[in-house]
């Protein structure tokens, strides 16, 4: 997903030879400039019967994939989304580093799970989100 005013990556874009399985989208100017905004238009276009949303820097467990679909082919019907849960992998570099490591770990671990046992909706983060049922 690229933005319309973004022309110096749209043109890098262009130049790939992407596989298929691939699409290149551009967004139409708007506002806001957000990652949901963006997100709710790609999904729009978005195939298969599972789909998932990474962050381009993120480097998933290689595992999860698998994972998911597994969950998902054993879970009831009416399970729509679920989400990997996110670790900060360089938590000791910095004073910040360590305060985001600390603030995953008690919504992943805590909060969230928390949630889950009280039946209550549980908030989405903008990555490692598994959705079932998107066609």
């Not at 596989?19 to 708007?30: A, C």
């Not at 969230?112 to 066609?135: C, D």
Request: hydrophobic share 45%.
């Amino acid at each position: 997903m690229l933005e319309a005013c973004d022309r110096g990556t749209i043109a890098a874009a262009a130049q790939l030879r992407l596989p298929p399985r691939y699409d290149v989208i551009v967004l139409p100017d708007g506002h806001p400039r957000t990652k949901p905004r963006a997100l709710n238009a790609a999904l729009e276009s978005a195939r298969g019967d599972l789909v998932v949303v990474y962050d381009a820097e993120d480097r998933p467990d290689p595992g999860q994939l698998r994972a998911a679909a597994a969950r998902f082919a054993v879970a009831p019907a009416d399970l729509a989304c679920l989400q990997a849960r996110l670790t900060v992998d360089h938590a000791d570099e910095t004073w910040v580093t360590r305060l985001f490591a600390l603030d995953y770990a008690a919504l992943f671990h805590g909060v969230k799970p928390g949630l889950a046992t009280l039946g209550l909706p549980i908030p989405l983060g903008g990555t490692s989100n598994h959705f079932r049922g998107l066609m």
